[in-house]
């Protein structure tokens, strides 16, 4: 699945990063924990977080991830979607809780 498909699937707002729509999405990681995102986290996986800051931006970019979705409706800082349009990683947002959010995920890559 790509990208592009989970916005539609689960009506995402992009917001930023619309180049990188057409990556493949090849799992989930949801986390909270920087750390545990740059440890265990998997190249092509979407990363659901309420994380906002700029260093959301540099692990999406050092692990090759698809794309982070902000739960809660949430939104980065300018800083970081300026990062996220360069590095043509999608920022997502929904108003979804991360426990609905993951479970919509699954239910769509297991398919």
């Not at 699937?9 to 799992?27: P, Q």
């Not at 994380?51 to 959301?56: A, E, F, P, R, T």
């Not at 996220?84 to 979804?96: A, K, Q, R």
């Amino acid at each position: 699945m790509k990208v592009r498909e989970l916005v539609e699937k689960l009506n995402l707002k992009v917001l930023s990063g619309a180049d990188g729509l057409d990556r493949e999405i090849e799992g989930c990681y949801v986390s909270d924990l920087l750390s545990d995102v740059m440890g265990n986290a998997e190249m092509g996986n979407v990363w659901v977080t309420l994380q906002v800051h700029k260093n959301v931006m540099a692990i999406a970019s050092l692990k090759e991830l698809a794309c982070v979705i902000l739960v809660k409706g949430q939104t980065a800082s300018d800083d970081t979607l300026e990062q996220s349009n360069e590095e043509g990683i999608p920022f997502l947002s929904t108003t979804m809780e991360t426990f609905e959010t993951a479970g919509k995920i699954y239910e769509l890559l297991k398919n």
